[in-house]
């Protein structure tokens, strides 16, 4: 027989089994060991029989029982690289639920465990979770599938002196033999990527009326001074999409090794520390984050196959906010990065066109690897061209109904597309939605994002400002400048950047001047990108520079010795990243 009915190509879960309607987990996190001993109790929708497959990977099981404490038969069934290793439960019958005890692995790869010197503060330890997209099951057996999503109550049991946080509501915090205990709830269902929490020597400043910054107590004037914005935005976004459903909108400052530069954890964002320039020029990342709290975490992908539809919509609804606060020019420059993007993406995956569709297909693909920008800036752009067919206003409205519809649903294209075609009939048709979805270009149709400054920067081609010129760019438009920058740049070109930005502590500037000198030969920056390379670890920013690195053979050596020296302070996804650029 084979009666499997899969849900979803990166998890094990099977529609004819139970599903899991809520989550208690409770865990003891241990630094020395770098585990968590923790239980897992999963309850049912409806109570069940037969077989249940769990999603695990790298968990040492202990034991499995029912609700009442009854032992179950099990079987952890061979590793499969992708997936994990398949925990099967025979149920008997009216089974309501299962409680699996279980220690996880020292590199389980939602896990990074930081050392202190890891860390801004150098004196506590720090752990983080990430389990976008398939990690969660590295840390709870769990159906990992963002089709079934669980309401979950938690508990974790951390070291004297630390303090936990989750992307949860706190409620409350209690002190017993295995050392401070932190309570929180989600009472909303969410899918299991967006499980999240950390543990680490952690202060906390109000915002707002709903916002607090979470950091170590040394990052936090700056991290409370960057992110100040956050109730406009917020204010912002309601207005542009409705009321925000999840209460509260704090935010965490990650130590640097963080592999993004932000993820939408509900109720608690996680931001790299990469974002802390000092003139707020990088909160379009926080904007960012907080359009997911409805297109993403409300509206959610049904799987890694239309991560488009959360990622598209939210870049979109980025922009959106970007331009309602600080006006359409900011919108214009960020389409602008976002098209160079884009098009260098399109080049990097040459050798896998099916990766550039938005809806892709991705058996036997680990959504690590399927990861680009191709279904953030080609899904705006899809967006942005059905908007100019039916004109602001009727996208606009349409947006919002697109969210209350599917509100706490995880959707795939085809349900997008049965959508569209009843709310903005024909409009597919005319902007021709088959070849954005399913071709692997970039389709002709696309706009072009047009604004007085991008004009300017268009006509200068690359080529060297007057010093009057430079004086009055922004942050956005030097890194669009030198995105534009012809490589190899010439030896004088070089010399003027590093004397102009050479010492920027803006990353986005930083990384893009460095990208361009070691395509241009200008290896005088080599210190500069070994020092970019050991203290940071966001993935937009390792990944270019190790491949501008690797592509050269006078510097690629230099890259395999930087990345030998600085990969212990790497997150396990990003290891994976950069050995398959460096080989
Ligand atoms: N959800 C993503 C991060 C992510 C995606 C983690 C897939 C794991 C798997 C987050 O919202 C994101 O897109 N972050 C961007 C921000 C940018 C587009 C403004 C990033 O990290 O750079
Ligand atoms: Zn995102």
């Given at each position: 027989m084979c009666g499997r009915m899969r849900l979803d190509p990166h998890s094990y879960a099977d529609s004819t089994q139970p599903e899991t309607a809520s989550l208690a987990l409770h865990a003891a996190v241990d630094f020395a060991t770098r585990t968590l001993r923790a239980t897992a109790t999963l309850t049912f929708r409806a109570p069940g029989a037969g077989p249940l497959d769990l999603d695990t990977r790298g968990l040492t099981i202990h034991g499995v029982t029912d609700l009442a404490g009854v032992p179950l038969p099990f079987t952890l069934h061979p590793v499969d690289p992708i997936l994990g290793a398949r925990l099967a439960i025979q149920l008997p019958p009216g089974t309501a639920g299962v409680t699996v005890a279980y220690t996880t692995s020292p590199d389980a790869s939602a896990l990074q465990w930081l050392t202190p010197a890891q860390t801004a503060g150098g004196k506590a330890p720090f752990l983080f979770s990430q389990c976008q997209a398939i990690h969660a099951r590295s840390v709870v057996p769990l159906q990992d599938t963002p089709r079934l999503r669980i309401r979950f109550e938690a508990r974790i049991s951390v070291p004297e002196g630390l303090t936990a946080v989750m992307a949860a509501a706190a409620v409350g915090r209690s002190d017993g033999p295995e050392g401070p205990t932190f309570a929180f709830a989600m009472p909303q269902p969410i899918p299991p990527y967006l499980l999240a929490f950390a543990v680490g020597d952690l202060a906390s400043r109000d915002l707002g009326p709903r916002s607090r910054v979470w950091a170590e107590p040394a990052q936090l004037d700056a991290a409370a001074w960057e992110?100040?914005?956050?109730?406009?935005?917020?204010?912002?976004?309601?207005?542009?999409?409705?009321?925000?459903?999840?209460?509260?909108?704090?935010?965490?400052?990650?130590?640097?090794?963080?592999?993004?530069?932000?993820?939408?954890?509900?109720?608690?964002?996680?931001?790299?520390?990469?974002?802390?320039?000092?003139?707020?020029?990088?909160?379009?990342?926080?904007?960012?984050?907080?359009?997911?709290?409805?297109?993403?975490?409300?509206?959610?992908?049904?799987?890694?196959?239309?991560?488009?539809?959360?990622?598209?919509?939210?870049?979109?609804?980025?922009?959106?906010?970007?331009?309602?606060?600080?006006?359409?020019?900011?919108?214009?420059?960020?389409?602008?990065?976002?098209?160079?993007?884009?098009?260098?993406?399109?080049?990097?995956?040459?050798?896998?066109?099916?990766?550039?569709?938005?809806r892709t297909h991705l058996d036997g693909i680990d959504p690590d690897d399927a990861f680009s920008q191709i279904p953030y800036e080609k899904g705006y752009l899809f967006l942005r061209t059905l908007e100019e067919d039916v004109g602001r206003p009727a996208f606009s409205a349409f947006l919002r109904r697109y969210i209350r519809h599917?509100?706490?649903?995880?959707?795939?294209?085809?349900?997008?597309?049965?959508?569209?075609?009843?709310?903005?009939?024909?409009?597919?048709?005319?902007?021709?939605?088959?070849?954005?979805?399913?071709?692997?270009?970039?389709?002709?149709?696309?706009?072009?994002?047009?604004?007085?400054?991008?004009?300017?920067?268009?006509?200068?081609?690359?080529a060297v400002p007057t010093d009057a010129?430079?004086?009055?760019?922004?942050?956005?438009?030097?890194?669009?400048?030198?995105?534009s920058v012809p490589r190899p740049a010439s030896p004088e070109t070089c010399a003027w950047l590093q004397a102009r930005i050479g010492g920027s502590e803006n990353y986005e500037i930083v990384v893009s001047w460095l990208k361009l000198a070691i395509a241009s030969g200008h290896l005088d920056v080599l210190p500069r990108v070994e020092t970019v390379l050991t203290r940071v670890g966001r993935m937009k920013y390792l990944r270019p520079l190790y491949a501008a690195l690797a592509a050269r053979a006078d510097t690629v050596e230099f890259a395999r010795r930087v990345y030998a020296s600085a990969k212990e302070g790497y997150h396990p996804i990003a290891r994976q990243g950069i050995e398959g650029i460096l080989g």
């Open positions: 992110f100040a914005g956050v109730e406009a935005m917020i204010v912002a976004a309601e207005s542009l999409f409705g009321p925000y459903d999840w209460e509260r909108f704090d935010v965490l400052t990650m130590p640097p090794s963080f592999p993004y530069g932000g993820m939408e954890n509900p109720r608690l964002t996680f931001l790299t520390p990469t974002l802390l320039a000092g003139d707020r020029s990088l909160v379009n990342v926080l904007a960012h984050e907080l359009a997911h709290s409805w297109t993403g975490n409300l509206v959610t992908n049904a799987n890694a196959e239309h991560f488009w539809l959360n990622e598209g919509f939210t870049v979109y609804a980025e922009r959106r906010i970007l331009e309602a606060l600080e006006g359409a020019e900011l919108g214009a420059m960020h389409a602008a990065l976002g098209r160079n993007a884009l098009e260098s993406e399109v080049r990097r995956f040459a050798a896998t066109p099916g990766l550039v569709r938005l599917f509100a706490f649903r995880s959707i795939t294209t085809e349900d997008f597309v049965a959508f569209v075609e009843a709310e903005l009939p024909g409009a597919l048709e005319r902007v021709g939605a088959a070849e954005w979805l399913h071709g692997e270009g970039i389709p002709a149709n696309a706009p072009r994002a047009r604004s007085e400054r991008l004009l300017a920067l268009e006509a200068l081609g690359g010129q430079a004086a009055e760019w922004t942050p956005t438009e030097w890194t669009l400048y030198l995105d």
